[in-house]
């Protein structure tokens, strides 16, 4: 089992910049890989950044493609997110998740926080 926590939600206004983070514990030995994922009212939940848990490899959906950025504190067992230049349109509940060896998908997630971009 793994659990994750998410932390550094918040409101800010257009431009502004945010951090957000996951600590993670339990069985972390076993985590390949790790996303942050979005959804906003009455849409979907998206996949915005993701990375390789032992050889970072960065993938970012286009929308926040040079003003997002995925890193993680392998040592510290943290996912962060900094996001820079936030628009309105990337206000949603975020979610960290993991993927683990020998599981199906992301199968651990934390409870999500929100981030909120005022015009």
């Known amino acids: 089992q793994v659990q994750l926590v998410e932390s550094g939600g918040g409101l800010v206004q257009t431009g502004e910049s945010l951090r957000l983070s996951c600590k993670a514990s339990?069985?972390?030995?076993?985590?390949?890989?790790m996303s942050w994922f979005r959804q906003a009212p009455g849409k979907e939940r998206e996949s915005v950044a993701s990375?390789?848990?032992?050889?970072?490899?960065?993938n970012y959906v286009d929308s926040v493609k040079g003003r997002f950025t995925i890193s993680r504190d392998k040592a510290e067992n943290t996912l962060y997110l900094q996001m820079n230049s936030l628009k309105p349109e990337d206000t949603a509940v975020y979610y960290c998740?993991?993927?683990?060896?020998?599981?199906?998908?992301?199968?651990?997630w934390g409870q999500g926080t929100q981030v909120t971009v005022s015009s």
């Open positions: 339990g069985r972390t030995s076993t985590i390949y890989a």
């Open positions: 998740a993991a993927a683990v060896v020998l599981g199906k998908s992301y199968d651990y």
């Open positions: 990375i390789n848990w032992s050889f970072p490899n960065p």
